[in-house]
């Protein structure tokens, strides 16, 4: 019989699995590098046979078109870079409402399902089941067509004490602005907040030292709510409402939530928080039953007990599925262009691509704008998970 000899350790031969190993991979690298630079060169070479101009110059120029909501001052004027705020605010004040909305439904129709009255626990199984089974897309399609579309005109809109108007158009309620009070206001009410902390630290070190409570609240109320109307009587109003009022075919003035954003919104929300509910639920049955009977042992009431005792443990199995919710919201929300609701694909993947004929640049700037926000919320969800987690010691 042949017995192989044994290499050494730090022999340079092939039969050296540590060796083998570097060298697969670096000529795993070497390969990506290849076929990357292949295709970046390949694409460039096509762009200038076409006469296509590569690059982010494009963002300098004119947009020449107008948005029907912007968070920021716009104007048909305004550069492609100007077009690129606007979407990215309105992708974000969408995500941001479809987040918070489905996670207090969510929250709520999770412990529904936990009820021990009958009619609330069916009513929120029927809930859940009917609509995570609908596509999200269908769901926008219901809301923005079959409901908020039907809604009467401007002239006929629904008037809720001349401040707020529902039409087909929007619902328009009255907007703020700012006053010249505004920063003694503003200073105002964070002196109040300061001062009402200092003194209920200062009465619960009181209240650890002689057993004597004192109640902070009064006090507190009245530096919150005195302080402020004392700068708003002597430095004038922080601020005042522009009310929207009917002028043509429309309302003018306020501020207006069209129907694209309601509706998607709404969908979103009502889609998401079907599967929240169920992340609720299960996360609540995960708490060993022994934490139930324990609370109630001490004689803690049922809302304490879920409070103070359920929820806290249900966390640490709750948030990470929690977080993939949040990331689809983020990325369901790329649906609003199938309503025209002006977010990032619908402006920056659509309208300026169409315009500019930049397709590299403009779905590079989306796809990256998407991953960093979706990142952004992986890192904040994380670290909360994190601060939650139990630490073996």
């Known amino acids: 019989m042949f017995r192989r000899r044994p290499v050494a350790k730090g022999t340079l031969s092939f039969s050296n699995p540590t060796v083998r190993a570097w060298l697969f991979q670096i000529l795993t690298v070497l390969v990506i590098i290849i076929v990357a630079v292949w295709l970046i060169h390949n694409t460039l070479t096509n762009l200038n046979h076409r006469g296509i101009t590569s690059g982010f110059a494009f963002l300098d120029r004119s947009a020449g078109f107008g948005i029907v909501q912007h968070l920021i001052d716009y104007e048909e004027g305004d550069t492609y870079g100007r077009v690129f705020l606007v979407g990215l605010l309105n992708t974000l004040l969408v995500s941001a409402l479809c987040i918070v909305f489905a996670s207090f439904i969510g929250f709520f129709l999770g412990l529904a399902r936990l009820s021990e009255n009958w009619l609330l626990r069916k009513l929120s199984t029927i809930y859940i089941e009917t609509f995570r089974n609908i596509p999200p897309l269908l769901q926008i399609f219901f809301w923005y067509f079959a409901v908020l579309r039907n809604l009467p005109g401007p002239r006929q809109a629904v008037n809720a004490f001349d401040l707020f108007f529902l039409s087909n158009r929007g619902l328009y309620i009255p907007a703020p602005q700012l006053g010249e009070g505004v920063i003694a206001f503003a200073g105002a009410a964070v002196l109040a907040l300061v001062i009402s902390y200092g003194l209920f630290r200062y009465n619960r070190t009181h209240q650890i030292k002689t057993g004597q409570l004192r109640r902070t609240w009064p006090v507190a109320a009245a530096l919150i709510i005195g302080l402020p109307l004392l700068s708003h009587w002597v430095f004038g109003a922080a601020m005042h409402w522009d009310v929207p009022e009917l002028r043509g ?17 709404i969908a979103l929300s009502v889609y998401t928080s079907a599967f929240i509910a169920e992340i609720i639920r299960s996360g609540i049955q995960a708490v060993p039953y022994g934490q139930h ?41 790329s649906l609003a262009a199938a309503i025209g609701y002006p977010d990032m694909v619908s402006l920056f993947a659509g309208t300026v691509l169409n315009q500019t004929g930049q397709a590299i640049e403009t779905i590079a700037i989306t796809m990256s704008v998407y991953l960093v926000i979706s990142l952004t919320i992986s890192l904040l969800m994380n670290l909360y998970n994190r601060r939650i987690a139990l630490i073996e010691r």
Do not use: W
Not at 249 to 254: I, L
Not at 300 to 326: E, G
């Open 293 to 333: 009977e324990a609370a109630r042992s001490l004689g803690l009431p049922n809302p304490v007990t879920l409070r103070q005792v359920i929820i806290p443990q249900a966390l640490r199995v709750i948030i990470p599925p929690l977080t993939s919710q949040y990331l689809n919201i983020v990325k369901n929300s």
């Open 249 to 265: 075919f429309n309302f003018r003035g306020g501020m207006a939530l069209i129907p694209e954003l309601a509706s998607l919104t």
